[in-house]
Nanobody, 121 residues
Framework: QVQLVESGGGLVQPGGSLSLSCAAS????????MGWYRQAPGKQRELVAV???????VYADSVKGRFTISRDSAKNTVGLQMNSLKPEDTAVYYCNAVIRTHWATQWRSYWGQGTQVTVAS
């Protein structure tokens, strides 16, 4: 069993900052890519940022220069520092990780429960 637990969402004014964190736990053998996705009301879930085991990152164009993803592989955690937030960043943010458990030989994508980020004055 694997769990991803996010924390750090909330309400912030435009131009403000928030930091999200996600911790993976359970019968984890190894973690490949970790990342953040978001889903705004009435829209499809979209990639925000991902980071691989080597530290290489990919960002959505809409967040480049404002958001920074990081990971601590020893602790199985991934973070997202969000600066210069805009109302259009309002969404439920989901943590994702591609994990191989001790019980399987295949990699599988796991999701957190989501955390709400609201940017409003």
């Amino acid at each position: 069993q694997v769990q991803l637990v996010e924390s750090g969402g909330g309400l912030v004014q435009p131009g403000g900052s928030l930091s999200l964190s996600c911790a993976a736990s359970g019968s984890i053998f190894s973690i490949d890519t970790m990342g953040w996705y978001r889903q705004a009301p009435g829209k499809q879930r979209e990639l925000v940022a991902v980071i691989n085991t080597g530290g290489s990152t990919v960002y959505a164009d809409s967040v480049k220069g404002r958001f920074t993803i990081s990971r601590d592989s020893a602790k199985n955690t991934v973070g997202l520092q969000m600066n210069s937030l805009k109302p259009e960043d309002t969404a439920v943010y989901y943590c994702n990780a591609v994990i191989r458990t001790h019980w399987a030989t295949q990699w599988r994508s796991y999701w957190g429960q989501g955390t709400q980020v609201t940017v409003a004055s």
